[in-house]
């Protein structure tokens, strides 16, 4: 039997919550280890569950909407794959997600089916958007993202140490986290910017000035 997929559920509407945890419950696949009715609290659960995929609303309360609780997560629990699950359609919320990499985007509208799917899917790595746009802006929103792909500071630190030499462990002690999360930082930043090599990691960082060339 596969090992069930871990999800945390972000809401600000408790009756959403129960809803989902509801639809979930006849579904093998999918278990739901917490949830959170804002931002912050959705941070901490995150850090203590280590969800697979958090389904994520993007208007909530007290100051950290969706996109900032994207931003934070990506920071303090990278192995997490996000969701936004909202009501907005319109393309400059669809281009924010895109922009900071997240694989998932569905309607608070979709069907159970549909929702499971996405999660199946977002869980192995693959973007799942159910959206207004067709594929063809999807993929010119990302290739214009792409240009200039979105890193968090840490990430940029991260990808700094990691150009100059340092091990997992040694960019581990100097961040204070530890050498799995480092290493979990490294391949979200490695799929963020397209890329499958050292090499090209240190070109990006030569290119935007993260490490000087000597000599």
């Known amino acids: 039997m596969m090992k069930p997929i871990d999800v945390l559920i972000v809401d600000d ?3 959403v919550r129960r809803g989902l945890k509801l639809m979930f419950r006849s579904n093998e696949r999918i278990r739901v280890v917490s949830e959170a009715g804002e931002g912050a609290a959705a941070i901490q659960e995150a850090i203590r569950t280590s ?5 994520l609303d993007i208007t909530m309360p007290n100051g950290l909407d969706g996109f900032l609780t994207v931003q ?7 192995s997490a794959k996000i969701i936004l699950l909202t009501m907005h359609d319109e ?4 281009k924010r ?3 900071l990499g997240v694989l998932g985007y569905m309607s608070k509208n979709s ?4 929702l499971s799917e996405g999660i199946e899917s977002v869980f192995e790595g693959k973007r799942y958007y159910a959206t207004s746009l067709t594929e063809e802006q999807m993929e ?6 792409n240009n200039h792909p979105l890193l968090t500071r840490r990430e940029l630190e991260i990808v700094r140490l990691s150009t100059l030499g340092y091990s997992h462990n040694e960019i581990g ?21 397209q890329m499958k090599h050292r090499h090209e990691l240190v070109q990006y960082a030569l290119k935007n000035h993260l490490i000087e060339m000597e000599g």
């Not at 961040?175 to 799929?191: D, W």
């Open 13 to 15: 509407h408790e009756l």
């Open 97 to 99: 997600a895109l922009e």
């Open 51 to 55: 969800p697979d995929v958090v389904l």
């Open 111 to 114: 069907d159970p089916s549909q």
């Open 173 to 193: 002690e100097k961040l204070g986290i530890s050498p799995k999360t480092v290493e979990n930082h490294k391949a979200r930043i490695m799929n963020k910017l």
């Open 140 to 145: 010119r929103i990302v290739l214009q993202k």
């Open 91 to 94: 393309e400059i919320y669809i």
């Open 72 to 78: 934070a997560l990506a920071e303090e629990v990278p």
